[in-house]
């Protein structure tokens, strides 16, 4: 295991552009959402072990997704974080079908939804698309991360660790950068900096 001392920024082009790193460990931590369908490893190009892959359905943010994120960043040296989301996301789904109806799923599921709705209030959003839902949910995400975690929020003062809100297309593998947070710059020209 290698602490990486690359920026944020430098490891986001590379693996947006889907380039392998040549560093020995993790270079990033991608909290994805479960039911994608398709690994951080496949969606950046990257061979197993150079991403620390944390999944839940929903991006349901609980103590192990925490301390996972900062075992990357305090014991790992990762610099970036991204929260990945992805098009036509289940859980997604059905927080706009509870926005609609007014009326949340049974069981473990309906907290990963009341987290989605309590993200659309929260950004302000529509939640007139399972896109709109998903955008802000995984920018509240991050938020909620930083909010939860004294170790990240530490390294996102210092400018050592930057965070990514972005989603793919399973079936293409294109990216969409939502928002950035901390010391992290991407080359889209139009996205919301937190």
């Known amino acids: 295991m290698s602490i990486n001392t690359t920026d944020a920024t430098t490891i986001w082009r590379g693996l947006r552009a889907g380039r392998p790193w040549p560093v020995e460990g993790p270079v990033a931590a991608v909290f994805r959402c479960a039911d994608a369908g398709i690994s951080s490893e496949t969606v950046f190009g990257q061979s197993a072990g150079s991403l620390v892959d944390i999944s839940t359905w929903g991006h349901t943010v609980d103590t192990s997704v925490l301390a996972s994120i900062e075992y990357a960043v305090d014991a790992l040296g990762v610099a970036l974080v991204v929260v990945l989301g992805h098009d036509d996301c289940p859980a997604m789904r059905a927080a706009l079908q509870a926005w609609k109806n007014a009326q949340l799923p049974d069981g473990a599921m ?23 839902v998903t955008s802000a949910h995984i920018i509240d995400t991050a938020t909620s991360l930083v909010q939860r975690s004294p170790a990240l929020a530490h390294k996102i003062d210092r400018h050592e660790v930057g965070i990514v809100c972005a989603t793919v297309s399973p079936g293409t593998h294109d990216i969409t950068v939502h928002a950035t947070l901390g010391a992290v710059r991407t080359d889209d020209s139009v996205l919301e900096r937190i």
């Open 110 to 132: 309906r907290s990963a939804v009341e987290n989605a709705l309590l993200s659309v209030v929260r950004r302000g959003a529509a939640a007139d698309c399972v896109a709109s």
